[in-house]
């Protein structure tokens, strides 16, 4: 059998909190299929943000292990983790975190020069029409709504065709009926594209789309939901 694309055993995370530490993450058991989508749901402070960034290696377990496609990230350096994710992982964030002084089309141009990809201003240009923005190439993103900012950045984070991507709370700064299309786009585009999709939210609606939602309470997994009903850990 294959290793999952991404899988987390026994992940402990603590943080110095004054003269003590806080634990945010408490042994956490996890393993998510290759084109798999999984929502990490929880209330504020349950972990699951954290979660997300030792999933993508942008953050190290105070214990535990992390690998992706069986090898063993939470390990690497810098520039080994670098490395990674530029070939395997994309990200999209609340804030959009896309560059000012860039049009749409060069944000999602962006990571595929960095990568030296073949025709990848067609590759731009499909993604941004994709996600309904043929119209709207050359805009920079202070004159884009919230909505259209967040689609630029799902057409940027598809664009290198990753076969992860996170997503962390990316409907949090965008109206309901907005970031519910947002979700949808994710969704399609996912399926489109084969990728697996972790996406943290603190929303059920949010998640309806996932194929399992996990559930997380003070670091633990509290439960585990799926189309076949709901099991416990």
């Given amino acids: 059998m294959s290793a999952p694309r991404i899988e987390c055993r026994h992940v402990v995370k603590r943080l110095p909190s004054g003269s003590q530490m806080l634990t945010i993450l408490d042994g956490v058991d996890l393993a998510i299929e290759a084109g798999e989508f999984v929502a990490i749901l929880g209330p504020s402070g349950s972990g699951k943000s954290t979660l997300l960034g030792l999933l ?7 214990a535990g292990e992390v690998r992706i496609d069986g090898e063993r990230i939470d390990g690497l350096d810098e520039d080994a983790l670098a490395l990674l994710r530029r070939r395997k992982v994309g990200f999209v964030f609340q804030s959009f975190q896309l560059l000012g002084n860039l049009t749409a089309l060069e944000n999602t141009l962006l990571p595929l020069e960095l990568a030296r990809v073949a025709n990848a201003r067609e590759r731009a240009i499909e993604l941004l029409g994709a996600v309904g923005l043929a119209d709207r190439l050359h805009h920079y993103p202070s004159q884009l709504s919230g909505g259209e900012q967040q689609r630029v950045a799902v057409a940027r984070a598809f664009a290198p065709r990753p076969a992860i991507l996170f997503a962390d709370e990316p409907t949090g700064n965008l109206d ?12 399609e585009l996912r399926a489109k594209e084969g990728s697996t999709l972790v996406l943290v939210t ?17 670091g633990r997994i509290e439960r585990i939901e799926s189309g076949a009903g709901v099991a416990t850990p």
């Fill in 202 to 218: 603190h929303d059920r609606e949010v998640a309806r789309l996932a194929d399992r939602r996990i559930h997380l309470r003070a």
């Fill in 56 to 62: 993508a290696g942008l953050d190290r377990p105070t």
């Fill in 176 to 187: 309901v009926a907005t970031g519910a299309r947002i979700l949808e786009l994710l969704a």
